[in-house]
């Protein structure tokens, strides 16, 4: 498996009352731990896109494991960005697209379902009118890989998709 996939399966550090603790994002969430980097209303716009994206993202944790990645060296980062190869800081690039999204939207997180959904269509497809930030449609595919790594990069996500969980496969000879 690859360290990405390892390292998300796991915990990541989050601080809580002044003290480093290891918890999921869902954990981080349900805990509500404070935020290190993003505020409260990207959070906010994060869960609320992320939930549209892949629904299960909200209680996963997105916002928690987005805002803890932000927090790590870059080359330590498992957001989608970093593998795309987006230029650290990472949360420039965070702070424009949920910038773009919001100016665009009007408030993303306050907009019914299906607002929600027909934004993101928009979006995805580089059709948002006035979008003023990084390509509407690499916004889509990095934030939806997060969401996608943090629902479904986890051992109950792989048995909800299920799929069985294979802590490593041995190849068969030396690469």
């Known amino acids: 498996m690859n360290k990405r996939r390892e390292f998300i399966l796991g915990a990541l ?98 907009r019914s379902a299906p607002e929600q959904r027909d934004f993101v269509n928009l979006m995805r497809q580089n059709k948002v009118e006035g979008w003023q930030g990084p390509p509407g449609g690499f916004v889509y595919l990095v934030l939806r890989s997060d969401a996608v790594d943090v629902v479904y990069g986890t051992l109950e996500g792989y048995a909800t998709l299920g799929i069985p969980y294979m802590a490593h496969i041995a190849p068969l000879r030396r690469w």
């Open 13 to 110: 550090a989050f601080t809580v009352g002044g003290a480093q603790v290891m918890l999921t994002p869902r954990e981080a969430r349900a805990q509500s731990v404070a935020l290190r980097t993003l505020k409260a209303d990207e959070a906010e716009t994060i869960e609320a896109l992320g939930e549209t994206l892949v629904p299960g993202a909200r209680a996963a944790g997105i916002a928690h494991f987005i805002d803890q990645q932000l927090s790590v060296p870059p080359e330590e980062a498992l957001l989608e960005a970093r593998i795309l190869n987006v230029r650290p800081p990472f949360v420039n690039f965070y702070h424009a697209a949920l910038g773009a999204i919001e100016r665009a939207s009007g408030g993303f997180a306050k």
